[in-house]
């Protein structure tokens, strides 16, 4: 019988479709997969390894799992993803529990080594005579095995990123942008719509760099994020909304703007990290656009698609970040008015052109720039949630709730990415209004009638 396999995934959500992939590569080969590494035969790590907390994570997460081949169940201990393709060598020497270390997480591979695997934990001969599939239809036709909620999903349309910033270590792990063909990407939507996904969320590192190296569009239509989505757009069934997250501020088109603002199945909601509001920092970052070209992006985004929700990343504390350059991001989130912000500290990565720079700023002053950066923008955020009390929002429900009176369901607006932006929670229709019953990835019409900190407060519409 076929070993139990777990999967522990790390890290973003490209690397959960990598995971999904090969979960459904090996189900669709017969093998059982379990939620519970303590009870699964092999456990495959799907790890992150971009900046040093991520290592960290990945590190402790690879020992308290090889405790339970003392504890536990565990026979076997497979690791990939991103700090194995990064740190190999580290790796092998320093871990002599994980039996075998792969690179990113590719399903025609993982099949194969789980058949070796399961031959040797059973002693039977691997049934090798069995032609393995080729990638193609590994990707297409077997279903991904979702670890987001059923009604969203993410579909990552291409591997690695060909920018250069000067801060990221993703390209020495990933390599160029390489783009997933539109025809398989329609494929692999329709699938999940028939699934029943609701909600479809474009992923890369770039999406915006979608289909530069396909050779000539397919279809006739032409190739790039703009075409992408046109072409999703009128193409699938089921799908209610379609998301597009992590853009690049030089690479944001008007024909990319003009898909969002004339499709109501496009949200309008613009993932696009500027990092920083210096021009020394940027120009440091090699993000290849400055400060006012950049806030001249944000102030047409926001005249083309009316109502969009901007989220961004910045970076603080980049070697040589002076307090004038930092006081010029504050003053570029103050301008611009993210409705969506993370911010992370600048993290030391050997083999990136940053690493190398000097003028690196304190621990302790990353810190507080970070603390100031987020206080300003918590602001920002509960004055734009102050101003939505009265509007009518078109919300998804994501869960119900039984344990929050009055609230009965959680859910989040076009302006809410699922996982990293806030919710609104929902109550029924007031008065002798019947209370609907509602699924996750239904879709209603509610009143804001308030907020809780960062989330909304609403009432759904009666009718
Ligand atoms: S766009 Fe820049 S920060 Fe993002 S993955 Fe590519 S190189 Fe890294």
Not at 207 to 229: E, F, H, N, P
Not at 328 to 333: A, F, K, N, Q, Y
Request: glycine letters at 10%; one cysteine or more.
């Amino acid at each position: 019988m076929n070993p139990t396999i777990a999967f522990v995934t790390l890290g973003c959500a490209k690397n959960s479709v990598d995971s999904e992939k090969a979960m459904g590569a090996l189900v669709s080969d017969g093998f059982s997969l379990t939620q519970d590494p303590a009870s699964a035969d092999v456990v495959i790590i799907n790890t992150c390894g971009f900046i040093e907390s991520a290592r960290e994570e990945s590190i402790d997460e690879i020992l308290q799992i090889a405790e339970l081949k003392k504890t536990g169940s565990l026979r076997s201990l497979i690791v990939g993803g991103c700090l194995a393709v990064r740190y190999r060598d580290e790796l092998e020497a320093e871990l002599p529990e994980v039996d075998r270390f792969l690179g990113l997480l590719d399903p025609v591979e993982i099949r194969a080594v789980c058949r070796e695997t399961a031959a040797q934990l059973t002693g039977h001969a691997d049934s090798g005579g069995v032609e393995i599939p080729g990638r193609a239809e590994v990707l297409l036709d077997i279903p991904r095995v979702l670890t987001t909620p059923g009604h969203f999903a993410y579909l990552k349309i291409a591997e690695g990123c060909s920018n250069a910033c000067s801060f990221c270590a993703i390209p020495l792990i990933r390599g160029v942008s390489v783009s997933v063909e539109p025809d398989d990407l329609i494929t692999e939507s329709a699938a999940l719509g028939r699934a029943g996904v609701k909600e479809l969320i474009l992923i890369a590192q770039d999406t915006t760099l979608y289909g530069r190296d396909l050779k000539g569009g397919s279809g006739g239509i032409t190739t790039d994020i703009a075409g992408l989505l046109r072409r999703l757009d009128s193409e699938l069934e089921g799908i209610e909304w379609i998301r597009l997250m992590y853009a690049y501020p030089s690479r944001v088109t008007d024909d990319l703007l003009d898909v969002m603002a004339s499709s109501s199945r496009i949200v309008s909601y613009l993932d696009l990290p500027v990092q920083s509001g210096s021009d020394s920092v940027l120009e440091a970052m090699r993000r290849g656009m400055g400060r006012s070209a950049t806030l001249e992006l944000f102030h047409k985004v926001r005249d083309r698609v009316p109502g969009i929700t901007l989220r961004t990343s910045l970076i603080v504390g980049f070697p040589g970040e002076s307090e004038r350059d930092f006081l010029e991001t504050l003053d570029l989130i103050t301008e611009v008015r993210f409705e969506r912000l993370g911010v992370f500290t600048w993290s030391p990565e050997e083999g990136t052109p940053s690493f190398e720079l000097d003028g690196r700023v304190p621990e302790e002053e990353m810190e507080r720039r970070a603390a100031e950066v987020l206080s300003v923008q918590r602001n920002i955020m509960l004055e734009i949630n102050g101003s939505l009390t009265g509007e009518m929002v078109e919300v998804m429900v994501d869960e119900l709730l039984d344990d929050l009176p009055p609230f009965s369901w959680l859910g989040r607006t076009r302006g809410d990415a699922p996982e990293v932006d806030q919710g609104i929670y929902l109550e029924g229709p007031g008065g002798d209004a019947p209370q609907p019953e509602l699924k996750p990835g239904d879709i209603v019409h509610a009143e804001v009638v308030g907020h809780i900190d960062f989330d909304l407060e609403g009432v759904i519409a009666g009718d």
